[in-house]
């Protein structure tokens, strides 16, 4: 098994999804709004939308005290 992380933007348009560990994690990003059925991965045309949705897991994950892998900090 692998961590999968997912996390959806405030306004409900973008589902950004990380698999994988740290180091070598396979990124995903949706358009919900033109691509309801998650068919295809927008990663590439918006790097910067996804790099925000990164930021934001790895603040949501910090908070929580989660590591990466799902487990809890010490």
Same mark, same amino acid.
């Given at each position: 098994?692998? !961590? &999968?992380?997912?996390?959806?933007? &405030? $306004?409900?348009?973008?589902?950004?999804?990380?698999?994988?560990?740290?180091? #070598?994690?396979? *990124?995903? /990003?949706?358009? &919900?709004?033109?691509?309801?059925?998650?068919?295809? $991965?927008?990663?590439? *045309?918006? !790097?910067?939308? @996804?790099?925000?949705? #990164?930021? /934001? &897991?790895?603040?949501? +994950?910090?908070? @929580?005290? /989660? +590591?990466?892998?799902?487990? +809890?900090?010490?």
């Amino acid at each position: 098994t692998f !961590p &999968l992380h997912i996390i959806h933007g &405030l $306004n409900g348009k973008w589902k950004y999804i990380s698999k994988g560990n740290k180091k #070598k994690a396979k *990124q995903e /990003l949706y358009d &919900l709004e033109s691509d309801a059925g998650e068919q295809n $991965n927008v990663i590439k *045309q918006f !790097p910067e939308v @996804a790099a925000d949705m #990164k930021k /934001l &897991l790895e603040q949501v +994950r910090k908070s @929580a005290g /989660l +590591r990466f892998d799902g487990s +809890r900090e010490k």
